[in-house]
């Protein structure tokens, strides 16, 4: 299982930030993503998007907050 506290928490704490589309986002939150009954991949908040990704890391999807 991927451990999102090592991946993600420097991004929560400020020390980092994403870049998406040549603009720094600042994480705020991120998660686990389920199908009702499986673990099906993770998400991440930033100020203005929801990265989606499946449990390979691969991205899946980018939607506007």
């Known amino acids: 299982m991927i451990n999102l506290d090592q991946r993600y928490l420097e991004y929560l704490k ?35 998007y929801k990265l989606h990704y499946n449990l390979n890391e691969a991205f899946i999807k980018l939607e506007a907050r």
């Open 14 to 48: 400020g020390h980092k930030k994403l870049r998406i589309d040549g603009l720094e986002e600042t994480v705020k939150a991120y998660g686990w993503s389920c199908d009702g009954n499986d673990i099906v991949g993770y998400y991440v908040l930033t100020e203005n």
